[in-house]
């Protein structure tokens, strides 16, 4: 989609002209009452489901959560997928021309917000002809934008879901973000974040990122069950190559990642996180700063995330029913950390089915297929 | 102190003659019994304690633990301090000069392992003609040192105090290490190794691995308490130059260490981190890998450590009570996390105050002063 209107950013810049990229599954009932806005976190995208023709690497980010049958059940509700502003599959960012240049933003792509791209979402909505959504939601930086979609737009959201997310980063969730970008931006191939220019991408500082990013995706636990202390040759090499499974799969995603993701995309997506923080604009306190909000809330946290821990969805709940707010609230066992509100876990998706079908019923969608 | 007897490493390689700076403090007894080595962790060397003519800033890393007055007496203690092998502090390493090639050493500079440097040390007693330590002591990796002196010398060692250690690193340990490794490696200042025929030294990596490490020493607890979300100046800059507190705090961290600190002996100590494992050799079976152990043992750990946990000293304390060895163990309450131990934490001193007040008493080593 397309966007002409300015679009006026937190940090005070303007957009002056952008093109999103959108993809939905299911149909717009005909009372325009079921539509789902799923927000994506760090390295995914609008592509939320489904996959491209036979190519079964092409499943989308959330094909487990999003689907005919799943628990947000397409054939019931129209889910739209957006790729945020500033990301780097196909929607405006970094990589793109910059009309008044003709070359590559680079390092003048303004600094986005969680804030930012919920307005942008919005314009989403009305070009869809979607008055209110029947739910916003996401997980870790997608959980986020479903928060602020509480607050920013109360009247358009029925319900927030949001999973495995935080109210705002602790210092030591920012310091990880600072140590991957100091990774990138120090990397020579970096050049300012104009590195298009010179044809070359900052690959190593990238990949460093990633690494970090990993280990802070995952629990020690997780961890310790998959990879231990296990070698990958069977003995030590007095090297320092790859000695230690974790370390062989820690560089294969580190390598992987910075083969597709755009380094400033990275810089982006993190500062965005970094700078959410809606009571920070209440004096710290959280629940005046939740007040707008009118939807009902899911929340779901996950005993071994220890990134954004079962502790920061508690503060929202706390916050949420000081306001006199509906929220449920799940706290998962789940070994698998942060990673866990992607994977398959039987309890987190049950809870989700089961509060789509509430939802479902409150609409009065009617029995799936 | 020179060395000119070869000795053999774990790995393989042999250092034909090598070089130990050795710090001491206090009297060694006519009796020879009062002798306490002190194990340095990462970043620490020979200097434990004291400081050199009026230069505050040149206090030992220890210097709150061992000092007239101090849970460790010098005043009834002999303390010796050794700067091992492969660090940068004066002892032989990457940086001296390879007789046979009269360059650096670089990167053909052996991977050393916990066990060399504990049979360089006992060179260190042969030389200054201790046959029987008092205490072999240390923290972190400096713990992991003192426990392999209960294993491979169990009649040269009378008691071994490790504190917030480990009987070897978990998946995510490693991965931390491996992350650190890979900024320093990737700098195109490393040249492999050999940066020092370059003129250069891989400052940007080894500032990344620096704050990678920091973060792991504090507690999420205490980076909350110390900086929260506190901005630097005030406002949000809407860039990615440094806006809160622990950026700030990190980057100076960072560009401190690799202003002193050689990047190859990082390479070296995470690497020494990575192997040491005395289970490993035993299938996994902890309790025997510790059973040749014949010292008394105090091990303590702090509440907020997540780096080195205490179920990580629980470990060691319960191999440590299947082979009936004595054990004293403390788990301190501390906000601090792996940091605390370095700390002038209260509880944690009158712990190894009143062991080492025990231990001189054993000795008839009579009253300090």
Same mark, same amino acid.
């Given at each position: 989609m397309h966007f002409d209107t300015p679009l006026k950013l937190k940090g005070g810049a303007v957009m002056p002209a952008y093109e999103l990229m959108v993809e939905t599954y299911g149909q717009l009932n005909a009372a325009r009452s079921n539509a789902v806005l799923v927000c994506h976190a760090l390295?995914?995208?609008?592509?939320?489901a489904g996959r491209y023709?036979?190519?079964?690497?092409?499943?989308?980010?959330w094909d487990n959560m999003v689907?005919?049958?799943? $628990?947000?059940?397409t054939r019931q509700f129209f889910v739209i997928g957006v790729n945020n502003l500033?990301?780097?599959?196909?929607?405006?960012? $970094?990589?793109?021309?910059?009309p008044a240049t003709?070359?590559?933003?680079?390092?003048?792509f303004p600094v986005v917000t969680v804030e930012d791209w919920v307005d942008a979402q919005a314009r989403v909505l009305d070009r869809l002809g979607i008055?209110?959504?029947a739910a916003a939601m996401g997980g870790s930086l997608g959980g986020m934008q479903a928060l602020s979609w509480a607050l920013r737009h109360p009247q358009r959201v029925a319900h927030c879901v949001a999973s495995a997310t935080a109210p705002s980063l602790s210092a030591q969730n920012i310091a990880f973000n600072e140590v991957a970008r100091r990774a990138i931006i120090t990397d020579p191939d970096f050049h300012g974040g104009d590195y298009y220019a010179h044809g070359v991408v900052p690959r190593q500082g990238l990949s460093v990122a990633r690494m970090i990013g990993h280990i802070t995706y995952l629990s020690d636990d997780a961890m310790a069950r998959k990879?231990?202390?296990?070698l990958r040759g069977g003995?030590?090499?007095?090297?320092?190559?790859?000695?230690?499974q974790i370390e062989s799969y820690l560089r294969y995603q580190g390598e992987k990642f910075s083969g597709y993701f755009d380094a400033n995309t990275y810089l982006l997506l993190t500062r965005a996180l970094d700078y959410f923080d809606p009571a920070g604009e209440h004096d710290g306190n959280l629940a005046q700063a939740l007040a707008p909000a009118r939807a009902r809330f899911l929340l779901t946290s996950f005993?071994?995330?220890?990134?954004?821990?079962?502790e920061r969805s508690r503060e929202i709940v706390r916050a949420l029913l000081a306001n006199q707010r509906q929220v449920s609230y799940a706290e998962i066992e789940s $070994?698998?950390?942060?990673d866990a509100f992607l994977m398959d876990e039987p309890h987190y998706h049950d809870v989700v089915r089961a509060y789509f079908a509430r939802i479902a019923e409150q609409l009065g969608l009617g029995d799936p297929a």
């Open positions: 390295n995914a995208s609008h592509h939320v023709g036979d190519d079964e690497k092409s499943r989308g980010w689907g005919p049958g799943r $628990p947000v059940d500033g990301s780097c599959f196909g929607s405006t960012g $970094p990589m793109s021309i910059d003709g070359k590559p933003w680079g390092s003048r008055e209110r959504l990879f231990g202390r296990s003995a030590l090499n007095y090297g320092f190559d790859v000695d230690f005993t071994t995330d220890w990134r954004f821990s079962p $070994p698998h950390g942060h």
